[in-house]
């Protein structure tokens, strides 16, 4: 079993290069370490990032400008931007009246989007004659809380998942940071005067009957994928004019996140604790089961441990769990111990996911686990 990196990863995220990881702990903190390679022992902590008051709930590292941005339960977000050796904050005033919950940059770096649990989504720019990042906001995003989102490659359009059980698409245009609205790839699917209005609804999806807890653009715009906490997993596409989505309802516990790898490929993962592989056979979406099978967890020679271990491990496992049970019975055959909290992108065919369990664990799918 591979070491725990902390007692608990809510968040991570890489820089361009993948040889920094910023992460948070669980708590208020964020954290840059140095990981050149997998190994979690050579990774050396370089940077304490202190300015939230309460738990960081979003990192994200734009590899368009190196900035990083950051959001929390104590309804502000952070610009961070590395000057003179030193990662200084900048404080975005959200202007929400609760928690923010998730955050994005757009891919080019100009804005950034944030989640939030007042029903909204601030969509951040930074505006050069005020010296300053100001956030304008998409009202009525929601009837509840926004629990995920993410932008479309052509930095136009959010997609946010609530937990009123809907999942939307809006624009998010402004006319002073971006080029012009073109949407012509979309056939139709989406109307250019819509478009190009910031804050107006392109779409709405019901597929889920539950929580929709997150949500994501493929690599080309043309698809998008979204995970409602009814464990259905559902896939949409702009084709023909029209805007399609099918639903696959799964057996197994819901997905707490999702990500593509590629235009065919994407990954899932959650409340099960291990990866879930989805591929595009050509007409439609197939769930090709957990990466993750336990083979190398049964494998793993066990450590042998001396007499006074031994005792001290039955007295210490009889206190966490029961008279009767151990450790053994508490471990799962999966390489994460605990939920999967999220899911960057490596390579197109790599991934790494942090988890409750302290561990942020890199895949391949070309090798088998």
């Not at 059980?165 to 245009?173: E, M, P, V």
């Not at 702009?238 to 057996?251: A, D, L, M, N, P």
Request: charged fraction near 20%; include cysteine; aromatic fraction near 12%.
């Amino acid at each position: 079993m591979e070491p725990s990196f902390l007692q608990n990863v809510g968040c991570h995220s890489w820089n361009k290069s993948h040889d920094q990881l910023c992460v948070s702990p669980g708590n208020q903190e964020v954290w840059i370490y140095s990981a050149k390679d997998e190994n979690v022992k050579n990774w050396k902590k370089l940077y304490e990032l202190e300015g939230h008051q309460m738990t960081v709930t979003g990192i994200d590292w734009s590899h368009a400008t190196d900035s990083i941005a950051t959001s929390s339960h104590d309804r502000n977000a952070y610009v961070w931007k590395k000057q003179d050796a030193k990662w200084k904050p900048t404080l975005v005033v959200l202007r929400i009246g609760r928690a923010a919950t998730c955050v994005k940059w757009s891919p080019n770096g100009q804005k950034f989007a944030v989640g939030s649990g007042s029903k909204q989504i601030p969509v951040c720019h930074y505006e050069p004659s005020q010296d300053m990042w100001v956030a304008k906001m998409i009202k009525k995003a929601a009837k509840s809380s926004i629990l995920s989102l993410d932008w479309s490659p052509n930095n136009m359009f959010i997609i946010a998942g609530a937990s009123d059980f809907k999942c939307r698409i809006f624009s998010a245009y402004i006319k002073s940071v971006d080029s012009d609205c073109k949407v012509d790839a979309y056939a139709g699917a989406i109307d250019a005067k819509q478009a190009s209005t910031f804050g107006e609804q392109l779409c709405e999806f019901d597929a889920s009957k539950g929580w929709v807890e997150s949500s994501r653009f493929s690599p080309n715009g043309m698809r998008f994928a979204f995970s409602g906490h009814d464990s259905t997993v559902n896939f949409g596409k702009f084709e023909g004019g029209k805007v399609s989505v099918q639903s696959i309802k799964r057996k197994q516990l819901p997905l707490r996140t999702f990500a593509f790898l590629t235009d065919t490929v994407a990954i899932g993962a959650g409340y099960d604790c291990v990866p879930v592989l989805y591929e595009y056979d050509g007409s439609q979406w197939v769930e090709k089961g957990a990466i993750d099978t336990g083979a190398k967890q049964k494998a793993a020679p066990k450590q042998k441990k001396s007499a006074f271990n031994n005792a001290f491990s039955t007295f210490n496992n009889a206190s966490k769990f029961g008279a009767g049970g151990g450790a053994d019975d508490a471990n799962l055959p999966s390489r994460h111990q605990n939920m999967i909290n999220g899911i960057e992108v490596y390579a197109d065919k790599k991934f790494t996911t942090c988890s409750c369990d302290g561990r942020v664990l890199f895949w391949d799918l070309a090798q088998k686990y």
